[in-house]
């Protein structure tokens, strides 16, 4: 069974950092492309980084450019997203997303970011 299973998530000031991971199991991870999504108050779900299998190409959402970075492990079938920098716009759940090589989809429940003062 596949389990796409976020953390790091937490509270923290505007300017400070937080590293999410993203551990997935029941899939080839090398074979799956990974991507972050969030969804803040009110908002739609938006694409926030997405890395390729080998992680060699990796893309990012306009307001997250220079601030965020995604990487991922295969050795440990894990995906990171570094958070530097952040804003209270910054504030909602950030889901992991996998995709394999045939196009199943499998998501995470979530993890919370909260940037406040």
């Known amino acids: 069974q596949v389990q796409v299973v976020e953390s790091g998530g937490g509270v923290v000031q505007p300017g400070g950092s937080l590293r999410l991971s993203c551990a997935v199991s029941g899939i080839t991870f090398s074979s799956t492309a990974m991507s972050w999504y969030r969804q803040g108050p009110g908002k739609e779900r938006e694409l926030v980084a997405t890395?390729?299998?080998?992680?060699?190409?990796?893309n990012y959402e306009d307001s997250v450019k220079g601030r965020f970075t995604i990487s991922r492990d295969n050795a440990k079938n894990t995906v990171y997203l570094q958070m530097n920098s952040l804003k209270p716009e910054d504030t909602a759940m950030y889901y992991c997303?996998?995709?394999?090589?045939?196009?199943?989809?499998?998501w995470g429940q979530g993890t919370q970011v909260t940037v406040s003062s």
């Open positions: 997303k996998a995709r394999t090589y045939v196009g199943y989809i499998y």
């Open positions: 890395i390729t299998r080998a992680g060699g190409i990796t």
